[in-house]
């Protein structure tokens, strides 16, 4: 019965504290308009679930065969993105949550928070994050991470030319454009009703933390400018990185070249990587060491690495 998948749904929604005890007849009616039903029927008895995968692919079955939804794994995942958007709490409601635990538990507890926060809205999903294949390799280098990224969802035919029969948008720019959040997304756009981001200020600009939805490490953030302006090496990128170190010392923080090819796959929008992770490199020991003159409280050093790597180190300014 639909009914049942459709509590469910909400139930998951209470038990991970997306919504609240008084929400639960606004948000059983919300998921009755996204799946077009008039009516609901209240189940008997405890309304268990497993997992959110099998409640959301009960939904959207279910949906495909009264043609509310399409056959493919595009329109799948664009529809059921679409159920958990009316779980998911609005932006100011998810920045004040962060703002409150950065202040009162630290900045820790907050990405902490977040993180989960990510998870359960299924902007992260963790079913498919399973998928992927990780092990660690020893090298002269050091162990090294490897690792085979099989969430990322692969186009089926039905969707691929799907999308080429869509009509062309500029809007969002690009996929990290903050005009993303709550976005319904398109055949050849990602569906993000349930994506939200927090607002920060590094280097007196306005940028914007959010998470990967496809995790290649322990809480694989990104760190975006608020406009939308190309990636540039410069030295204000430095300070944009020390700062936002300085907000979040437990994360680390990075940036891809601004180059075509061996840079970022987004050289559109400026942008770094970081997350609550030690990477090799940084483990790796410092095969000759020198000091600039003039600058002595700086450590420098040539790491043994396969690449060119140079390592300062210094205390906070």
Not at 11 to 33: A, F, H, K, S, V
Not at 79 to 104: C, H, Q, W
């Amino acid at each position: 019965m639909i009914s049942t998948a459709i509590q469910q749904l909400v139930n998951y929604g209470l038990d991970t504290g997306l919504i609240l005890p008084d929400d639960e007849i606004y948000i059983r009616n919300q998921l009755l308009m996204t799946m077009q039903l008039d009516s609901f029927a209240e189940p008997e008895g405890d309304i268990c679930y497993t997992d959110l995968e099998s409640i959301l692919k009960t939904l959207v079955d279910d949906a495909v065969a009264r043609g509310v939804c399409e056959d493919n794994s595009t329109a799948r995942d664009l529809f059921d993105t679409k159920l958990m958007g009316v779980l998911t709490p609005r932006p100011s409601i998810v920045r004040a949550n962060f703002e409150e635990r950065y202040e009162s538990e630290g900045p820790q507890a907050a990405t902490d928070w977040f993180y989960k926060f990510s998870q359960d809205t299924d902007y992260i999903r963790r079913y498919r994050i399973k998928r992927d294949v990780k092990w660690v390799t020893k090298t002269p280098y050091g162990d090294l991470d490897i690792t085979i990224n099989l969430s990322k969802p692969e186009k089926d035919p039905k969707a691929i030319a799907a999308a080429k029969l869509a009509p062309q948008s500029a809007y969002p720019k690009c996929q990290l454009c903050v005009e993303n959040e709550g976005y319904a997304g398109r055949m050849n756009h990602p569906a993000r009703e349930n994506h939200r981001i927090i607002p920060l200020t590094i280097n007196g600009s306005a940028w914007n933390l959010q998470y990967s939805p496809y995790v290649y490490y322990n809480e694989h953030c990104i760190v975006f400018n608020s406009q939308h302006t190309p990636m540039k090496i410069e030295r204000a990128t430095f300070r944009k990185l020390l700062d936002f170190v300085g907000l979040f010392p437990h994360y680390f923080v990075g940036s891809n070249a601004d180059l075509p090819i061996v840079g970022g796959s987004i050289l559109s929008h400026d942008h770094f990587q970081g997350g609550h992770y030690e990477f090799a490199m940084a483990k790796a020991p410092i095969e000759k060491s020198w000091v600039f003159p003039g600058f002595e409280d700086v450590e420098a050093g040539i790491v043994h690495w396969p690449m060119s790597c140079i390592r300062l180190t210094c205390a906070d300014d």
